[in-house]
Every structure is written in structure tokens, then in C-alpha cells.
């Protein structure tokens, strides 16, 4: 069984600088994913990042990165130069590739509601 | 090209009457899923279908939650005698192939379903 855990239900931050979301997970898979999704008022989800946990290299996609630590069971999100466009609901989740299949049993966070202000 | 849409977008509904929603997934993924997302928490898988094979039916919370897939595309969730506890949103995702190490998913919009 996987289980996530997002510990900041709210967060805020002023345009332009950088926060930083956590998350935890607990896996009992050697090979799985991470994910963070975005879910602004729409309701749409929005892949924001993801990461392979067999690679070492932390994931970056533009102005969103990641610090994975595999050994803490950690997947922080941080959000470098935030943007009006950026306030949404912030999920963290997990896929366990289990006998070398994987598919969308996505397990996720409780969500983080991130607030950018100007 | 068009995304997954979901319809309708709200439905509100009176305690034991049944609803169904329903979900159009991106042309040409074989992969199809429902979640259940109540309110202020994270989402809880629902069903996985996969092409031609039988669903993952593990997540649904009832035997009044059922679902299913015609000709590999559009799919409908059924709830009957709906209950107070069944007000949530309900999002839809579909991927390329069932894997989403390299085929991420594409949700719609969601359902939001009030039960009064």
C-alpha cells in the first residue's frame, strides 16, 4: 500500500518570489513515480512535474523543481519566481510500478492550497 | 486537439434517485479512469479500464457505484440510490496506453454531484 502525506494545508507567497511544498510518501515498491498536479479553480487537473525514483536527478520543468530524497521518502515542489497564475490547489501522488506494470492508481496528498499574492 | 470532457458539469440530485455521469476521453487513449474528489481532500481512485480488458473495479466504495466503457471510448458512472455522502466531484482522466511512466494523465473538468 502506498500513502502520501501533504503537512501544509495552505501557503501563501508574493509575486515573484519562491516557495517550496512538501510532501512524504511511503512506498513498499523499489520502483515507483511521483507526481505533482495542479488544480486550479476549473477543477482540472494539470501536471505540473514528475520523477522516476530510480533516477538520482532531481526533475525540473522551467520554473518548477523538485527535491527528491529517496532515502526520506520526501518530494518537495519548489516554485521559483511565482506567478498570479500559479494560486491553485497543489497535489503531490504516487505510482507504484508493481511487477513491472504501471498504470493511472494514482495515489494522492490531501492537497496544499497555494495562494500567490501581488 | 480536444481534451477529456466530462458532462455534466454540476448535477444536483435528491437522496435515492440515481445519476449518471459521463466522460469523453481523448481520442485514441485506450486508458480511462475515475476518481472521486470530496471535499477539501485528495483524490481516491474509482475504476481503470484498459482497452479490452475487464477493469480494475478495486476502488469503487459500494455496489451502488458502477461503471462501464462502450467501444472503447465514452465511458458513464452510475451511482444509484444515491446518498448524502456521495456529494463530491468526480473527475475523469485518460492516457495513451495504461502505463504513465511515459503516458501521463489527462483529466476533464469533473462532475461536481450535490445529493440534497
Known amino acids: 500500500a502506498q500513502t502520501v502525506t501533504q503537512s501544509q494545508p495552505e501557503m501563501s507567497v508574493q509575486e515573484a518570489e519562491t516557495v517550496t511544498l512538501s510532501c512524504t510518501y511511503d512506498t513498499s515498491e523499489s520502483n515507483y513515480y511521483l507526481f505533482w498536479y495542479k488544480q486550479p479553480p476549473s477543477r482540472q487537473m494539470i501536471l505540473v512535474i514528475r520523477?522516476?525514483?530510480?533516477?538520482?536527478q532531481n526533475a525540473t520543468e522551467n520554473r518548477f523543481s523538485v527535491n527528491f530524497q529517496k532515502a526520506a521518502k520526501s518530494f518537495s515542489l519548489k516554485i521559483s519566481d511565482s506567478q498570479l497564475g500559479d494560486t491553485a490547489m497543489y497535489f503531490c501522488a504516487s505510482l507504484a510500478n508493481a511487477g513491472g506494470t504501471s498504470y493511472g492508481k494514482l495515489t494522492f496528498g490531501q492537497g496544499t492550497i497555494l495562494t500567490v499574492h501581488p | 486537439g480536444a481534451g477529456v470532457s466530462q458532462s455534466p458539469s454540476n448535477k444536483v440530485t435528491e437522496k435515492g434517485k440515481d445519476v449518471e455521469l459521463r466522460c469523453d476521453p481523448i481520442?485514441?487513449?485506450?486508458?480511462l479512469y475515475w476518481y472521486r474528489q470530496s471535499l477539501g481532500q485528495g483524490l481516491e481512485f474509482l475504476i481503470y479500464f484498459q482497452g479490452n480488458s475487464a477493469p480494475d473495479k478495486s476502488g469503487l466504495p459500494s455496489d451502488r457505484f458502477s461503471a462501464e466503457r462502450t467501444g472503447g471510448s465514452v465511458s458513464t458512472l452510475t451511482i444509484q440510490r444515491t446518498q448524502q455522502e456521495d456529494s463530491a466531484v468526480y473527475l475523469c482522466?485518460?492516457?495513451?496506453?495504461?502505463?504513465?511512466?511515459?503516458?501521463?494523465?489527462?483529466f476533464g473538468n469533473g462532475t461536481r454531484l450535490t445529493v440534497t
Open positions: 481520442s485514441g487513449h485506450t486508458a
Open positions: 520523477q522516476e525514483a530510480y533516477k538520482q
Open positions: 482522466a485518460s492516457s495513451l496506453v495504461g502505463g504513465t511512466a511515459n503516458s501521463p494523465l489527462h
